[in-house]
């Protein structure tokens, strides 16, 4: 594989491959085996990978969280080195590479950018679509890969395309989880070991309230799993919701639930310090 740091080189040699389709695998690194299965997706359908790590600053609203984001870019390396192929791109950019001058743009993404994950995380949303956008000029691949994990992340991504006219293909892949079915995520390795000990209880929580749809109504379950959740020390609910996955607006009865639609519970918890999210399918 091939490691690049400047745009002009990456974009140099994506044209002198002369391959597609080109799949692109944005990541801010730390990479996990959630990332791995998303660049195996990549390889497998597209004879040009890139793969980029930038951990954009734009889409924290937190600086702490920011500071703190784990970054290792010799190991990513390395376990991009077993999944990549020779022609294959690493695109690792810095700062001033991705930001020459301040991004000033605001997008407008409607309900999308108005519950659960927006609620809590002010402009996260709008620092990843200046980002993405920015890669997806660069990069100008025909398939993206992403993590269904950041459910409302696959929507604004589909709705950004969408308004840039561009022609990409979005493919959401599903979540990798631990062996006690936490879903991997960089911030997975912040997790102070008492607190990650007890993390199961996020996916246990949400697939007893999938299994539970047919017997309880939509508040009643939301009870039941900040009481899961809560029961657990140093653990905090910041939202379960019911949202299908276009719109993403929250029900509060089954009866708003419609048929052809898929519903998905989303989750988000604080675990000790640190915020994991979570989603799983709820059944009509
Ligand atoms: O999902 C992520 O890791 C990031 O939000 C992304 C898409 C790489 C943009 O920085």
Do not use: W
Request: charged share 25%; glycine share 6%.
């Amino acid at each position: 594989m091939k490691v690049i740091d400047k745009k002009d080189q990456l974009s140099k040699s994506i044209k002198e491959a002369g391959l597609s389709p080109v799949g692109f695998v944005p990541t801010m690194g730390a990479l996990h085996q959630g990332h791995v299965s998303l660049v195996e997706n990549a390889v497998s359908q597209c004879p040009l990978a890139v793969v980029s790590i930038y951990v954009n600053p734009t889409q924290f609203n937190d600086k702490n969280d920011l500071l703190n984001y784990p970054r290792c870019l010799p190991d990513d390396l390395d376990l991009l080195g077993s999944v990549l192929r020779e022609n294959d791109i690493v695109f690792t950019p810095d700062d001033r590479e991705m930001y020459p001058e301040e991004d000033k743009r605001v997008f407008n993404f409607g309900n999308l950018d108005n519950v659960m994950e927006a609620l809590h995380r002010p402009g996260h949303f709008n620092g990843v679509a200046q980002v993405v956008s920015k890669l997806f000029n660069m990069v100008n691949p025909d398939i993206a890969f992403f993590g269904q994990k950041d459910f409302q992340q696959v929507a604004v991504i589909r709705e950004l395309v969408r308004q840039m006219g561009s022609s990409v293909k979005i493919i959401a892949c599903p979540i990798i989880r631990e062996k006690d079915g936490l879903a991997m995520s960089s911030r997975n390795q912040l997790l102070e070991p008492k607190i990650r000990k007890e993390a199961s209880v996020i996916y246990a929580s949400i697939s007893s309230a999938a299994a539970k749809i047919s017997g309880l109504d939509i508040p009643s379950i939301k009870n039941y799993v900040k009481r899961k959740i809560e029961e657990k020390e140093g653990f905090r609910l910041e939202y379960f919701e019911i949202a299908d996955e276009r719109e993403l607006i929250p029900v509060t009865s089954r009866k708003e639930m419609k048929p052809g639609l898929r519903y998905f519970g989303c989750i988000a918890v604080r675990a000790g310090q640190i915020r994991l999210i979570d989603n799983i399918e709820i059944p009509l």
